[in-house]
């Protein structure tokens, strides 16, 4: 599987949309042929995807594209190191925000539209989310929704170590078990 790291575009960075702020997006591609990082590096996209994330996470932000030729699934992640998130889920309790993360899945979800839309309608079946590590814990925090998922939905379910763990999503947030928002909420900060 290949495996390459190149910040995106590699050769200039996107142009600065009037008032908005940007923040560097760096991506490492695995099983991704360069016909197909020359399409995830489109610059109108990017500079889509960078204003879009600016608000929510310290760059530079790390992306994620896999594609597994085996299984012929794709995925795009953002990968949030420890204090990555400008502005952390909430939590109350057992309850987490994870709604808090939606303009994050959304702004992956409309950067996958437009790299599909633009070049190859394939691209919309990739899965988007987050992965974060925190020590020993390994987590992805996916999209729900109708397929292809637009982001605005944050899956209730989240996945430490390869393990779901399922709260209850209420319009509080998502409220999990003792041990699963143990789990989880170690993910977050």
Known sequence: MERLTAAAPS???PPAVEGAALVPVEITWEGVGPLHQSYFSDREAMTALSVALAP????PV???IRYDNKTFLGQIRVRVPP???LRP???SGRTIQLAELAPITTALASYRHAIASRFDVRVDGFA???ELYRGPS???INVGGAPPPDG???SPCVLVNGVEHCGEPSATGVTFGEDAFKKVSECLP
């Open 11 to 13: 050769n200039a960075a």
């Open 56 to 59: 929510y996470l310290s760059g």
């Open 62 to 64: 790390q992306l994620f």
């Open 83 to 85: 204090g990555g998130f």
């Open 89 to 91: 889920p909430a939590e």
């Open 128 to 130: 988007v989310g987050l």
């Open 138 to 140: 390994s987590c992805v």
């Open 152 to 154: 605005r939905v944050v």
